[in-house]
């Protein structure tokens, strides 16, 4: 396995990631727990150090399951990434009470990376700003909770540069680019951007 830098953070990323929103699924659509969490640990053995979930993937399910893997020893072996179900928010109370159950389910008292999930123009102005999110990531972080703040991205290279410029607290970013993507959404351009400004960031769809 190789390994890359994490931008400003220092921290040394397997250069592949193991995502867990598609894990391997029984005959009845259910996830293979007992698949998944071989799958995992030999991922994490063989040199993968950084895995990502969120709170919709597979209903809810996949952190359980990654909690699940990450016992006997395979949670010091990682670092863990989960994201705020942003669309779910409320009022600035709910990013705790979102954040408490996710660590509950994960089985951990910290989550590494944590990101604010799949920003959009809509999200961006509705909830990231009007709920203070980036603020409660500090919170999260200074309370032990968290180490790294990010957000995931679908949207405009245009509002990709806004959010980056918005906030000086972002540790990294996670966008969508691969061989035929490289203009579409934050692309190259945003790509570079990022990295310019001292921002890790992790691809998704490669």
Partial sequence: MKYRIMGKTGVQVSALGFGTMRLPLTDDGAVDEEEAVRILRAGIDGGVNYVDTAYPYHGGFSETVVGKALQDGYR??????????????????DFEKFLDEQLQKLQTDHIDFYLLHALSRERYEEKVKKLNLTKKLEEAKAAGKTRYIGFSFHDSLD???????????????????NYINL??????????????KGLGVVIMEP
């Fill in 76 to 93: 010091e072996k990682v670092w863990l990434a989960d994201k705020c179900p942003v669309w779910l928010l409320e009022e600035e109370g």
């Fill in 159 to 177: 509002l990709f540069k806004e959010i980056i410029d918005s906030y000086d607290g972002w540790d990294f970013c996670q966008i969508q680019y």
């Fill in 183 to 196: 203009t579409h959404q934050a692309g190259t351009e945003g790509l570079k951007y990022a990295a310019s």
